[in-house]
T-cell receptor, first 116, second 111 residues
Framework: EPEVTQTPSHQVTQMGQEVILRCVPI?????FYWYRQILGQKVEFLVS????????KSEIFDDQFSVERPDGSNFTLKIRSTKLEDSAMYFC??????????????FGPGTRLTVL | AQSVTQLGSHVSVSEGALVLLRCNYS??????LFWYVQYPNQGLQLLLK??????LVKGINGFEAEFKKSETSFHLTKPSAHMSDAAEYFC?????????FGTGTRLTVIP
């Protein structure tokens, strides 16, 4: 069964460093998403991506964040200069052609980012 | 704006007992509603969704939820809890291009 994969499963970095979180969405999906979950809090939407551009972003997704689909399979989230408050679990999701989240979003297992 | 509220961050039930996890939503448009489950160290798995049509929605693993517009609720139920149901459960409502999640309810099943 196709699934969304994410690497690494756990990333530890120093404050101020750049990190890139990687995701491989399901191959025929066209919509891609990043969410994050700070420990003990709700899952929060960061950004959605379609047709090689951001379709929607939340207020959390500021200039420190960027997304890219560098090739036909990967979808990345970059944090340019990490802050302590960026420590969270980051989930990637993808959905099939159609109207955004009205189709099921399939989630990856997450990358736990720890900023020291 | 869309949002969901999950009442009870922790729910404990005995094995074989009824599971009831509460979710209330707020939406400026007719909502699409979802329940996701998260097992330890895993991603979010869709349990069930309501889009249009029948208000009682059946999902995987014996779970079901009922959309009640008058109560703005979408509570998740299962008649008989199993040990394998122990997990974190998230209610979500759709936005234009994203999902708005609740804070989650951790379900513990007592043998």
């Amino acid at each position: 069964e196709p699934e969304v994969t994410q690497t690494p499963s756990h990333q530890v970095t120093q404050m101020g460093q750049e990190v890139i979180l990687r995701c491989v969405p399901i191959s025929n999906h066209l919509y891609f998403y990043w969410y994050r979950q700070i420990l003990g809090q709700k899952v929060e939407f960061l950004v959605s991506f379609y047709n090689n551009e951001i379709s929607e972003k939340s207020e959390i997704f500021d200039d420190q964040f960027s997304v890219e689909r560098p090739d036909g399979s990967n979808f990345t989230l970059k944090i340019r200069s990490t802050k302590l408050e960026d420590s969270a679990m980051y989930f990637c999701a993808s959905s099939s052609p159609g109207k955004g989240s009205y189709n099921e979003q399939f989630f990856g297992p997450g990358t736990r980012l720890t900023v020291l | 704006a869309q949002s969901v509220t999950q009442l009870g961050s922790h729910v404990s039930v005995s094995e074989g007992a009824l599971v009831l996890l509460r979710c209330n939503y707020s939406s400026s448009v007719p909502p699409y509603l979802f329940w996701y489950v998260q097992y330890p160290n895993q991603g979010l798995q869709l349990l069930l969704k309501y889009t249009t049509g029948a208000t009682l929605v059946k999902g995987i693993n014996g779970f079901e939820a009922e959309f009640k517009k008058s109560e703005t609720s979408f509570h998740l139920t299962k008649p008989s809890a199993h040990m394998s149901d122990a997990a974190e459960y998230f209610c979500a409502v759709s936005g234009a291009n994203n999902l708005f999640f609740g804070t989650g309810t951790r379900l513990t099943v007592i043998p």
